[in-house]
Structure formats: structure tokens, C-alpha cells
Nanobody
């Protein structure tokens, strides 16, 4: 069982930055894929970014290129999502997710086996 706990969400103004964290605990398989998803009000959950434990990131939302980056600190068992230049349309609940083995090449929430409870990000002036 893998347990994920997100933190770092909050309310910010457009143009500001936030860094989300996701602490991972439990029996993780190596290699694995860790990802960030988000769900905006009235929308389906969508994949944002994923990172493979042996190297390589996958960006699922091209519109976020250059603004959002994913990273992980294996020594702290923590996944991060750095979000810069936030826009009102980035307002959503953000979730981290885990799956063993490689990252999907397409937005595929169903293949992830463990999820955090989510952290809310609100971007508003």
C-alpha cells in the first residue's frame, strides 16, 4: 500500500508562484511513475506532469510548458510541482498519484494505483 499526502496549496494572485509537495510512504515499486493531476470545477480530472523514477518527465498539458515543472527528492520521498506565472484558469484541486513501472504516454488517470487527497490552488485577483 502506497500513501500520498499533498500540501502547499493556497490562494495567490495571478502571476505568483506556488510549490506543491507530495510525501510518499509505503511499499513503492521501483521503477515507478509519479504524477500530478488537477481537477477544475465542472471539469474532468486531467494529467499535468509525470516523472519516471529512472529519469524523464512527461508533460500532458502543452499549455503549461515553461510554467510548471515536476521534480522529486528521493532522499525525502517527496514529489514536487513548481508552478510559476499562475493564471486564474490554473485554479483547481491538485492531486499526486503513483503507479509502478513506467509513465503513460497519454492522460490515463485509471492506470494510477494510489492517490493523495488533493490540495486546493486558487488563483484570483
Amino acid at each position: 500500500q502506497v500513501h500520498l499526502v499533498e500540501s502547499g496549496g493556497g490562494s495567490v494572485q495571478p502571476g505568483e508562484s506556488l510549490r506543491l509537495s507530495c510525501v510518499v510512504s509505503g511499499d513503492t515499486y521501483d521503477p515507478n511513475c509519479m504524477a500530478w493531476f488537477r481537477q477544475r470545477v465542472g471539469k474532468e480530472r486531467e494529467a499535468v506532469l509525470a516523472t519516471y523514477s529512472y529519469g524523464g518527465d512527461t508533460l500532458y498539458l502543452a499549455s503549461l510548458k515553461g510554467r510548471f515543472t515536476i521534480s522529486r527528492d528521493k532522499s525525502k520521498n517527496t514529489l514536487y510541482l513548481q508552478m510559476n506565472g499562475l493564471l486564474p484558469q490554473d485554479t483547481a484541486k491538485y492531486y499526486c498519484a503513483y503507479k509502478p513501472r513506467d509513465c503513460p504516454t497519454r492522460d490515463s488517470a485509471g492506470v494510477f494505483s494510489s492517490w493523495g487527497q488533493g490540495t486546493q490552488v486558487t488563483v484570483s485577483s
